[in-house]
T-cell receptor
Framework: AQSVTQLDSQVPVFEEAPVELRCNYS??????LFWYVQYPNQGLQLLLKYLSGSTLVKGINGFEAEFNKSQTSFHLRKPSVHISDTAEYFCAVVYGGSQGNLIFGKGTKLSVKP | GAVVSQHPSRVICKSGTSVKIECRSL??????MFWYRQFPKKSLMLMAT?????????EQGVEKDKFLINHASLTLSTLTVTSAHPEDSSFYIC???????????????FGPGTRLTVL
């Protein structure tokens, strides 16, 4: 079955340190990949997306992600985090040939400590 | 960018009453809208896909008679929780796809969510 795996449910990190949030998807001919951020009691905000083209995608708030087809991964990275980056991060995938439904990972809680 | 609104943002109701939540695409047309439910500290669970002018498609395990969905126009979908009970308390989020987005059609734009509390 098609799925999205976020291996880390929680990632604690100190302010100004780099961070990587991992995301793996099921192998498929075509995929569209997304990272969303959710702050407490709010909806989802799109951080970045991969639809086609360059495999390195830059998003808002200094985040970037790289689509790696051979490893079926779409890890999210930021070179230096801030306290304000503390939030829940969701990886999501639309599998080509499906009804276009987003399949979400279980989320990773990023906690940035001073 | 595309904006999706939800109303109300919060609602508290008594057990047994019905609650309607509206989802609007403000600056684009959405032939397809999605309704999700999110439990505390959990991921989003797709409840149903709402198609303009036709019946919604419900995910397995979601009671269609309890969660009524209407998508009467290209900019509005509504979710009505009928005879709400405390176990229906949750965070409900809608999203919409831009029909004319071309290659970006697969991107969903999310509303801010509605916090439902049933007493």
């Amino acid at each position: 079955a098609q799925s999205v795996t976020q291996l880390d449910s929680q990632v604690p990190v100190f302010e100004e340190a780099p961070v990587e949030l991992r995301c793996n998807y099921s192998s498929s001919v075509s995929v569209y990949l997304f990272w969303y951020v959710q702050y407490p009691n709010q909806g989802l905000q799109l951080l970045l997306k991969y639809l086609s083209g360059s495999t390195l995608v830059k998003g808002i708030n200094g985040f970037e992600a790289e689509f790696n087809k051979s490893q079926t991964s779409f890890h999210l990275r930021k070179p230096s985090v801030h306290i304000s980056d503390t939030a829940e991060y969701f990886c999501a995938v639309v599998y080509g040939g499906s009804q276009g439904n987003l399949i979400f990972g279980k989320g990773t809680k990023l906690s940035v400590k001073p | 960018g595309a904006v999706v609104s939800q109303h109300p943002s919060r609602v508290i109701c008594k057990s047994g009453t019905s609650v309607k939540i509206e989802c609007r695409s403000l600056d684009f047309q959405a032939t397809t809208m999605f309704w999700y439910r999110q439990f505390p500290k959990k991921s989003l669970m797709l409840m149903a896909t709402s198609n303009e002018g036709s019946k919604a498609t419900y995910e397995q395990g979601v009671e269609k008679d309890k969660f009524l969905i209407n998508h009467a126009s290209l900019t509005l979908s509504t979710l009505t929780v009928t005879s709400a009970h405390p176990e229906d308390s949750s965070f409900y989020i809608c999203s919409a796809r831009d029909f004319f987005a071309g290659p970006s059609y697969n991107e969903q734009f999310f509303g801010p969510g509605t916090r439902l509390t049933v007493l």
